[in-house]
């Protein structure tokens, strides 16, 4: 049979490594060095020339993305198509044997999966009936200390409380919790992995016929497995001695999830005869991306230790891009994809990578605005999360009481005592008269259909709303919104929500208040030129009339539900350094590098965090193969204020001579007296000052005659075309055209 085509396109290293006699083996190695690779063609090889059956593999990957790639590419290898091969990731492996062995696992037949949002509904409920005071006992903290514990294998039962009231108050939490699953059927993430791991442990014969089926495991991003995969996996490889790993110690970056890095370690204790493979050749990447990696993990202490090398190029610097603001740092971005495009290249090759999924909401609007086509992985759309969808629908209230899908969306959010029958009869009444919802709900309430406990309910939330209209009118746009948030009850409604969870949302929401403080029609126009032809802006806002508040909600629909290109389409992808892992981009853009944003603020004092914040840093500079762009914000909004981060550590852990500052075609100039430079080598700025066809110069003060003075920080094109970024001392920043604005030039 012919099998050399398997093993072509592989170096020495990994040609051992596929080849390899059959038995257990670590593949330790870092970025890019074809540690997946060697998985594939190794399960190919396996297949072809030792005859095993797919059927006797089992397969180990990080996402299901990877599984189904992993399951293509050794069908292409093999020229056909494989049946009864194991590939997935552990939790989707460990669900579907709980499918299969429902009845062994203790489990009722249709049990429901629960997600964490489930989880911490059902933890909530647990811990009100045993009355729990939930300012004391965070419903967050108990779901933690439940999940941590099914990841280290325990039970309730396996738990000592040492008199610690903070373990016995979580214990009997868990306890509960562990009840009222059991009477519903349903199963956590953690279950899953601990349910599997016990069918093991509580079904000799079943085991048994595991092992002797799955005679040959394979694991991907080993680095990242837990406690109780680990556990799981050891159990069924059992006396067979034949399971293969491959992993990085540097990529490992689910610590904070249990992840434990030491099972690299454990595994030549507990498989002393595996042979250790270690491939240092790195295909993905230039010389200089490489050299920046090694640069920067190398500050890690207590590594296992590996350098990686390439024969490739040395190929482009690393390119560090100071934006004058988040705003201006995603225009750059922008620019450079455009750029990249306009050679030819894919939309799809670019991604770019961000710490927090807050990062993305102004890198969406700015790739929206210029109609570049952006995918999101991993992770919700800003406009499309809950928290912001309920808020902006306060906001389509005061708009027009007649947003049926707005009313129906935060009748009961918070809960205020509306239940499902209510709302049938408001539903009920508004189809029969032909009346909105929020018609028919005045009339509810003031009629007698109801008992008046439910009308009580529906009176006060048709309150609230006129009191929010009443309140809110006259302030700005952010005002509004903060209000919103504040007084429907939203804000207290997610506080509650403890956690990181209830963190994210409540960010979000102060998220969405700078959204409104920067929103500016304006900018929308700016930047959908070629849609608006040469209208003025004032041109503009006169044909479209609407209020402020209308503009926005607009703006914020169209977000959520167009710009999002479809799984085929060629397409700009958006992700966190983690969704990231395993995957790898012609252009990366890394965004956000400042310190309190990454490394993120919560790692800062933990050295053992700061670690893992800088392998995630290595993990996302790995991830490029020609081109890097660092890029930070010298201010940005976030959460609702200013910040005025230094550029990240990270960034200067890098050798600095792979690195390149580079400036934005349009020239950008910072505000006199405030400069973040990470090096000495920050191009001078001075020349080119001068903003060609116009009398204007960057740096300029100018005055206008609706928002007053300013200064000009930024340009784009030229001529007629051109536009300036002003900052005005009272209205903030705005991109004017040169050709309407009439600016004038301050001596
Ligand atoms: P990561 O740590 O990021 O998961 P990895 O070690 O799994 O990386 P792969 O994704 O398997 O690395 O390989 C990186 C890139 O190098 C891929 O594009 C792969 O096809 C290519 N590659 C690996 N080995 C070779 C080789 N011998 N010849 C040519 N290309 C290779
Ligand atoms: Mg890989």
Same mark, same amino acid.
Request: charged share 25%; hydrophobic share 40%; net charge negative.
């Given at each position: ?333 922008i620019?450079?994809?455009k ?29 929206l605005r210029s109609r570049l ?147 500016? @029609?304006?900018?929308v126009f700016v930047f959908d030129n070629d849609v608006f032809g040469e209208q003025?802006?004032?041109?503009v ?65 933990? @050295? ?108 784009e094109g030229?001529?007629k075309q051109?536009r ?13 055209m ?10």
């Amino acid at each position: 049979m012919d099998v050399s085509h398997i093993l072509d396109s592989l170096n020495e290293a990994q040609r051992d490594a596929v080849a390899g006699p059959v038995g257990s083996a670590l593949i330790l190695a870092g970025a890019g060095s074809g540690k997946t690779r060697v998985l594939t063609h190794r399960i190919a090889w396996l297949i072809q020339t030792e005859g095993v059956s797919p059927y006797s593999i089992l397969a180990v990957t990080f996402t299901n993305r990877a599984a189904a790639e992993m399951r293509g590419r050794i069908e292409s290898l093999l020229a056909m198509p494989i049946r009864g091969m194991w590939v997935g990731t552990f939790h989707s492996i460990a669900h579907r044997l709980l499918r299969m062995h429902w009845q062994e696992a203790g489990l009722q037949q249709n049990f429901q999966i629960l997600d964490a949002d489930d989880q911490l509904r059902l933890v909530k409920r647990v811990m009100k009936n045993l009355n729990l005071d939930e300012k004391k006992w965070p419903a967050r903290q108990a779901a933690w200390f439940i999940n941590n514990q099914k990841d280290e294998g325990l039970r309730p039962k396996h738990i000592e409380d040492y008199g610690d009231i903070y373990i016995k108050t979580h214990l009997q939490v868990y306890r509960a919790y562990e009840e009222a699953c059991e009477r519903g059927g349903m199963v956590d993430f953690a279950e899953l992995l601990l349910r599997a791991h016990e069918l093991w442990l509580n079904n000799s014969r079943l085991l048994q016929h595991y092992q002797d089926r799955f005679t040959t495991l394979l694991v991907d991003e080993f680095q990242d497995t837990n406690s109780i995969q680990y556990a799981w996996l050891q159990v069924l490889a059992g006396d067979r001695d034949n399971i293969t790993v491959v992993g990085d110690d540097d990529q490992s970056i689910y610590g904070w999830r249990g992840a434990k890095i030491e099972n690299i370690q454990r595994f030549t204790k507990d498989f002393p005869k595996a042979r250790t493979i270690r491939l240092e050749q790195n295909y993905r990447s230039t010389g200089n991306i490489l050299k920046a990696a090694n640069g920067l993990i190398k500050q890690n202490a207590g590594r296992l230790g590996k350098e990686l090398w390439t024969d490739g190029n040395d190929g482009d610097l690393i390119k560090l891009y100071a934006g004058y603001n988040e705003i201006d740092e995603a225009r750059y971005i922008i620019e450079c994809v455009k750029q990249w495009s306009r050679e030819g290249n894919r939309f799809c090759d670019a991604a770019v990578l961000y710490r927090s999924n807050a990062q993305s909401r102004v890198l969406e609007e700015a790739l929206l605005r210029s109609r570049l086509p952006y995918r999101i992985y991993g992770g919700q759309r800003f406009f499309e999360r809950a928290e912001i969808r309920n808020a902006l629908a306060y906001m389509r209230l005061l708009a027009g009481r007649d947003a049926d899908a707005a009313f129906e969306r935060v009748v009961n959010t918070p809960t205020r005592g509306i239940g499902d029958r209510t709302v049938d009869q408001i539903r009920l009444l508004a189809r029969s008269k032909n009346i909105s919802m929020w018609r028919a709900a005045s009339a509810i309430a003031e009629g007698d259909s109801l008992p008046s406990r439910s009308r009580n309910a529906v009176g006060n939330l048709i309150g609230l709303v006129n009191s929010l209209d009443e309140t809110t009118r006259g302030t700005d746009l952010a005002g509004l919104v903060e209000i919103v948030v504040e007084q429907s009850g939203l804000k207290a409604y997610y506080e509650k929500e403890r956690g990181e969870r209830g963190q994210a949302r409540l960010e979000n929401l102060a998220e969405l208040v700078t959204a409104a403080r920067t929103f500016d @029609p304006e900018d929308v126009f700016v930047f959908d030129n070629d849609v608006f032809g040469e209208q003025s802006p004032e041109e503009v806002a006169e044909t479209v009339e609407l209020s402020l508040l209308e503009q926005f909600l607009n703006h914020a629909a169209l977000e959520a539900g167009e710009g999002q290109g479809d799984a085929n389409q060629d397409c700009v992808q958006l992700m966190t350094m983690h969704s990231a892992k395993g995957l790898e981009f012609p252009l990366v853009f890394l965004a956000g590098m400042e310190e309190g944003l990454f490394p993120h603020r919560m790692s800062l004092e933990e @050295p053992g965090r700061l670690e893992e914040e800088r392998r995630l840093c290595y993990v996302g500079v790995t991830r490029a193969m020609k081109q890097l762009y660092l890029t930070y914000a010298e201010t940005r909004r976030m959460h609702g204020s200013d910040t005025y981060n230094r550029p990240s550590r990270f960034v200067g852990e890098i050798p600095q001579e792979l690195i390149q500052e580079v400036r934005s075609q349009n020239s950008l100039v910072r505000p006199a007296g405030r400069s973040m430079r990470v090096s000495a080598r920050v191009s001078t700025i001075g020349k080119d000052l001068e903003i060609e066809g116009t009398d204007l110069k960057l740096g300029q003060r100018v005055t206008h005659a609706k928002f007053g003075e300013g200064v000009v920080v930024n340009y784009e094109g030229e001529g007629k075309q051109a536009r300036v970024q002003v900052n005005f001392v009272d209205e903030g920043s705005k991109w004017l055209m040169t050709a309407y604005a009439k600016l004038e030039p301050v001596p």
